[in-house]
């Protein structure tokens, strides 16, 4: 892939010396840096009890599998409190998330829940790059799976995340 550190100089409200420092997490990606195939693997997050129940109050889900601990463990089927999927889809994707300053979300495909995953697991996500096409004049789609696991490569997520990337130049818009 191309550039890590997109250098922004001109930046509005942040002096010349500090916009010429390449800003943290930032990539200036465009269709053409994309290529198929190339994976990368995030760092692991271990997903706590406080974390899960804010999570569950701030989307208001407050299923007994995720959210009643007696109901879990006596009446549940795993028995133990799940962490909530849309929890696991959110932190998963997070995980590999780039901030690329070319591309844009265009939607997701194939989200599966594969297993349960509980409170006090451990998750890590792998990110493939799995095509590209040609979309408009002006930008190209690229197909990106995500694979979250647990544990020690339990497969419990996955996903296709449809992007939008700009064409470098005009030229480069034609060949794609």
Same mark, same amino acid.
């Given at each position: 892939?191309?550039?890590? !550190?997109?250098?922004?100089?001109? $930046?509005?409200?942040?002096? /010349?010396?500090?916009?010429?420092?390449?800003?943290?997490?930032?990539?200036?990606?465009?269709?053409?840096?994309? /290529?198929? !195939?190339?994976?990368?693997?995030?760092?692991?997050?271990?997903?706590?009890?406080?974390?899960? #129940?804010?999570?569950?109050?701030?989307? #208001?889900?407050?299923?007994?599998?995720?959210?009643?601990?007696?109901?879990?463990?006596?009446?549940?089927?795993? !028995?133990?409190?799940?962490?909530?999927?849309? #929890? $696991?889809?959110?932190?998963?994707?997070?995980?590999?998330?780039?901030?690329?300053?070319?591309?844009?979300? @265009?939607? @997701?495909?194939?989200?599966?829940?594969?297993?349960?995953?509980?409170?006090?697991?451990?998750?890590?996500?792998?990110?493939?790059?799995?095509?590209?096409?040609?979309?408009?004049?002006? #930008?190209?789609?690229?197909?990106?799976? @995500?694979?979250?696991?647990?544990?020690? !490569? /339990?497969? $419990?997520?996955?996903?296709?995340?449809?992007?939008?990337?700009?064409?470098?130049t005009a030229k480069e818009a034609q060949d794609a």
């Amino acid at each position: 892939m191309a550039e890590i !550190g997109v250098h922004a100089r001109g $930046v509005p409200g942040v002096p /010349e010396a500090h916009a010429q420092i390449p800003v943290w997490n930032s990539e200036n990606w465009f269709f053409e840096d994309f /290529e198929v !195939g190339d994976r990368i693997r995030s760092i692991r997050r271990t997903i706590s009890e406080g974390e899960s #129940m804010l999570f569950n109050s701030l989307v #208001m889900d407050h299923h007994p599998y995720v959210s009643d601990q007696e109901f879990a463990a006596q009446e549940g089927v795993f !028995g133990k409190r799940l962490v909530a999927g849309a #929890m $696991v889809f959110s932190y998963g994707l997070g995980l590999a998330a780039t901030n690329c300053l070319n591309s844009f979300s @265009y939607g @997701y495909d194939r989200l599966r829940f594969i297993k349960p995953v509980f409170i006090g697991d451990t998750i890590y996500t792998i990110r493939e790059n799995l095509a590209k096409e040609r979309k408009d004049d002006r #930008m190209g789609k690229v197909r990106v799976s @995500y694979s979250v696991y647990k544990g020690k !490569g /339990e497969l $419990v997520l996955y996903c296709e995340h449809l992007m939008t990337a700009l064409y470098r130049t005009a030229k480069e818009a034609q060949d794609a």
